[in-house]
């Protein structure tokens, strides 16, 4: 049973805090409290208790800076600690508030490397203390149809699973005008943005990857990128910068009133630019990626990801012994098309999931895609976190550190093998009593 009120305090107030911060304020007000915000930039704090003031009606919570982390937490007293920093400051938060007594929910990723995650895994047997992780993805209708098929037999066990995964020149971009394109922030996108999709591919196949190899390079953003194309750029920003006024990868913050309160106007204390050109010379993620991967259960992987496509969507196959399912969309996780073959025709649907039987007449699943939170996935995701009676959890979308280390471990090692031109088991990067627990 829980406690009338959850007491919750957020470490990280950008743009992602707001999603449980509105949460907790709104729909779960009855249950949940929200009691304390820490970050590194009061103005970002500030700016998140002027809108709980206009948008809920609600006080001010206590403020803290991060280097008052632990002073906040015995002073506010929260449950639940949310860590929504920087993926490379995570494994301090999850780490301090367990040892202080707090349960966690972390922002996906857990962490981003390997040695984090050890720490973090003995934390947890150390305190007993739980951690969630925010996987969004597994909540969307697209993602649960297909666990539930698999699940329900519809292709027999899982041998191969195809994912390939392209990012536009405005979603995909915008990694690479953020902390994300210091690799050394973010893990690059094989921990920071693949760990969605190593987590679906875990999930959907009920096992976890063994072996992998990758390739990954810069070959797209970036100043050396742009010159070798006869491209140069003059600016190391775009907000403000007339040269700037025609480029298509420009953002500009001002034009935001989000993006001014929480990054603009917080650069003096904050020292983040949140707007960089993205082909300037300190860029370390890779923009162009191939993995492949053998599970414990003896399910291979092939992995692509592109972050500058001209158009955003996925390519989905899994091929089981009894059969295969594909899945195909375009945009992000909103408009979704598939060839979906009938007999012996094949014809466009906004139907995303097609089945094809081993000896049967293929069938298309029709899924619902409301054009709210990640297609339905956050409004979903933060009932079953928030809410006195969430629904039964029938196709274990709740998302345990177990869960958390295994994506990572997969994007981890990828990118070990990238450095070293080798294939990396992931039993040879962690402890052997932690693998065996993912």
Request: overall charge negative; some cysteine.
């Amino acid at each position: 049973m829980k406690p009338e009120k959850i007491r919750y305090a957020i470490v990280g107030t950008g743009e992602r805090a707001g999603v449980f911060i509105d949460a907790i304020s709104g729909k779960f007000s009855d249950s949940s409290e929200l009691v304390a915000f820490c970050d590194i930039s009061q103005t970002r704090m500030d700016w998140y208790n002027q809108r709980l003031q206009q948008k809920f009606d609600k006080a001010a919570v206590p403020t803290w800076l991060a280097k008052d982390f632990e002073d906040m937490i015995f002073t506010s007293k929260p449950d639940t600690v949310i860590v929504t920093t920087i993926d490379s400051t995570h494994h301090i938060y999850i780490i301090r508030a367990m040892e202080l007594g707090c349960d966690v929910i972390s922002e996906k990723p857990m962490t981003t490397d390997e040695t984090r995650a050890a720490a973090i895994f003995e934390a947890i047997d150390r305190t007993g203390r739980n951690l969630q992780v925010a996987f969004n993805y597994r909540f969307s209708p697209l993602a649960s149809k297909v666990r539930e098929l698999i699940r329900d037999g519809a292709i027999g066990q899982p041998l191969h699973v195809a994912f390939n995964w392209t990012l536009d020149t405005a979603h995909g971009a915008d990694y690479f005008r953020r902390w994300h394109r210091e690799k050394e922030n973010s893990g690059g996108l094989l921990v920071h943005k693949a760990t969605h999709h190593f987590d679906l591919v875990n999930w959907w196949i009920d096992s976890t990857p063994c072996d992998v190899f990758a390739m990954g390079d810069v070959r797209f953003y970036g100043k050396s990128n742009a010159e070798a194309r006869g491209e140069t750029y003059s600016y190391e920003r775009y907000t403000g910068e007339k040269h700037a006024e025609d480029d298509p990868f420009a953002l500009r913050l001002d034009e935001r009133e989000e993006f001014r309160g929480l990054y603009l106007d917080a650069e003096e204390d904050s020292g983040y630019i949140r707007d960089r050109n993205v082909f300037g010379d300190d860029i370390t993620t890779e923009d162009t990626l191939s993995v492949t991967a053998r599970y414990h259960c003896g399910a291979l992987l092939t992995y692509s990801l592109v972050a500058y496509s001209p158009s955003e969507g996925c390519r989905i196959a899994i091929t089981g012994d009894k059969g295969r399912i594909e899945i195909g969309f375009e945009g992000r996780l909103g408009k979704t098309f598939v060839a979906c073959r009938n007999g012996n025709d094949s014809v466009e649907s906004k139907t995303p999931i097609q089945v094809q039987p081993m000896f049967g007449e293929a069938y298309c699943v029709e899924i619902p895609h409301p054009a709210n939170g990640h297609g339905g996935s956050d409004p979903a995701m933060l009932e079953r976190i928030f809410s006195q009676s969430p629904p039964q959890d029938d196709l274990c979308q709740n998302a345990t550190h177990h869960d958390g280390g295994a994506s990572i471990l997969m994007g981890v090692a990828a990118n070990r093998s990238i450095e070293t031109g080798a294939l990396v088991k992931i039993e040879d990067l962690i402890p052997l009593q932690v693998t065996a627990k993912i």
